[in-house]
């Protein structure tokens, strides 16, 4: 989960070798095809996260991406669009995407590095990022695609905090 992600300050110069050493840690299932690309799965409350990193050495950037699977009815992909502008307008970093034919909703973030090297706490910030940016934005999206809801009136519920347990 998201918050379980803890911060330290190793320095390495491939950030995917950070970022493997936190899904280790965690013993989230992941992937390593090769030296500049890591696929993840992390269970979150609402939804499995699949995590694609890619580092590109030619840009100093590691890119996140965070899909959940959403198969959205044609009908409700005009208001899934409308809600996708509006989170994306409150967002400081990141954006959500929505990827039509292979049904995904997906966060996506960089991390420009321009000459320094990567720490492990500015890897686990990037993920903490998606995965937080994923558990706070699932249910709108669930409320538009399935229960018929306005942009707006899922995003309110959305952004509603709660505090404590019943």
């Given at each position: 989960?998201?918050?379980?992600?803890?911060?330290?300050?190793?320095?390495?110069?491939?950030p995917?070798?950070?970022?493997?050493?936190?899904a280790?840690?965690?013993?989230?299932?992941?992937?390593?095809?090769?030296?500049?690309?890591?696929?993840?799965?992390?269970?979150?409350?609402?939804?499995?996260?699949?995590i694609?990193?890619n580092?590109?050495?030619?840009?100093e950037?590691l890119?996140?991406?965070s899909?959940f699977?959403?198969k959205?009815?044609?009908?409700?992909?005009?208001?899934i669009?409308?809600?996708i502008?509006?989170?994306?307008e409150?967002?400081?970093?990141?954006?959500f995407?929505?990827?039509?034919?292979?049904?995904?909703?997906?966060?996506?973030?960089?991390?420009?590095l321009?000459?320094?090297?990567?720490?492990?706490?500015?890897?686990?910030?990037?993920?903490?990022?998606?995965?937080?940016?994923?558990e706070?934005?699932?249910?709108?999206?669930?409320?538009?695609?399935?229960?018929?809801?306005?942009?707006?009136?899922a995003?309110?519920?959305?952004?509603?905090?709660?505090?404590?347990?019943?």
């Amino acid at each position: 989960m998201a918050s379980a992600i803890k911060s330290g300050n190793e320095r390495v110069m491939n950030p995917i070798d950070l970022v493997e050493k936190t899904a280790h840690d965690y013993d989230w299932g992941y992937d390593r095809r090769c030296q500049d690309e890591l696929t993840m799965v992390v269970k979150g409350a609402w939804s499995d996260y699949h995590i694609s990193l890619n580092w590109r050495n030619d840009m100093e950037t590691l890119h996140v991406a965070s899909a959940f699977e959403l198969k959205v009815p044609d009908i409700r992909l005009n208001e899934i669009f409308k809600l996708i502008a509006k989170i994306n307008e409150q967002m400081w970093i990141g954006h959500f995407d929505y990827w039509r034919y292979e049904g995904l909703i997906m966060f996506r973030h960089g991390l420009l590095l321009n000459d320094t090297v990567a720490t492990r706490a500015q890897c686990d910030a990037l993920l903490k990022a998606a995965l937080e940016s994923g558990e706070r934005y699932y249910q709108a999206f669930q409320f538009v695609a399935w229960a018929g809801k306005t942009s707006r009136d899922a995003l309110a519920t959305a952004m509603f905090e709660t505090e404590g347990c019943a």
